[in-house]
């Protein structure tokens, strides 16, 4: 799996925002400002937000994802040399669903379904 892969999950979820707020070759992607995923310059993985410190404790336990440098113990490392690409893309869907659930119901309501 690759940089591009985890990117081209990310913009394909509705209302979703690519960006590099943090300089060249970190990757951001949130939706309605808020950050569900990002790669960052050494591109070994896609980081990702966990719904609970709990589910991202049992990622790490069981080998699928790392601690994420620079992130709260809810967010995980998910390595490409190691997930294939049904992992990383379910690692992001839960990321863009969690981060979603967490909008004001006003907002959510203003976004378009996701398939």
Not at 41 to 55: F, L, N, R, S, W
Not at 60 to 77: I, M
Not at 91 to 104: C, E, F, G, K, Q
Request: charged share 20%; glycine share 6%; proline share 8%.
């Amino acid at each position: 799996m690759t940089r591009d892969f985890a990117n081209a999950t990310c913009k394909a979820l509705p209302c979703a925002q690519w960006s590099e707020p943090f300089g060249p070759g970190h990757d951001i992607c949130k939706v309605a400002g808020k950050i569900f995923a990002a790669v960052g310059a050494q591109g070994v993985g896609v980081t990702v937000k966990c719904p609970d410190e709990e589910t991202a404790e049992m990622l790490r336990a069981a080998g699928v994802a790392r601690k994420a440098p620079y992130f709260h113990k809810s967010w995980v490392l998910v390595p490409f040399e190691t997930a294939d690409a049904g992992e990383i893309t379910h690692r992001i869907h839960v990321a863009y669903d969690t981060i979603r659930a967490s909008l004001p119901k006003k907002l959510q309501a203003t976004l378009p379904a996701r398939p």
